[in-house]
């Protein structure tokens, strides 16, 4: 059973930054990848960007050259995103994938864009 910590969640201006991470731990099973998705109030969660262990990435077309993912240390992603718009609010949820079908949440962090 993996557990997600995730950081980095709270309230920034339009065309702001922020950073979110998120550390993977608690399982012996090689990880697949990692992503983040987003959850806005009223709609269904959707992939915002993914990395696989080989450091494929998968960004949503929505978020793309505004938003990148990547490894900043062993089962830990990082999803860096710039020029924010409020259509990007929404509660933002961690997952991994391991090599042996098993897929875990984070409990979410919020990420509110408004001035």
């Known amino acids: 059973q993996a557990q997600l910590v995730e950081s980095g969640g709270g309230l920034v201006q339009p065309g702001g930054p922020l950073r979110l991470s998120c550390a993977a731990s608690g399982t012996i099973f090689s990880l697949d990848r990692m992503g983040w998705y987003r959850q806005a109030p009223g709609k269904q969660r959707e992939l915002v960007a993914s990395i696989t262990s080989g450091g494929t990435t998968n960004v949503a077309d929505s978020v793309k050259g505004r938003f990148t993912i990547a490894f900043s240390a062993k089962n830990t992603v990082v999803l860096q995103a710039n020029s924010l718009k409020p259509e990007d609010t929404g509660v933002y949820y961690c997952?991994?994938?391991?090599?042996?079908?098993?897929?875990?949440w984070g409990q979410g962090t919020q990420v509110t864009v408004s001035s």
């Open positions: 997952n991994a994938r391991y090599y042996d079908g098993g897929s875990y």
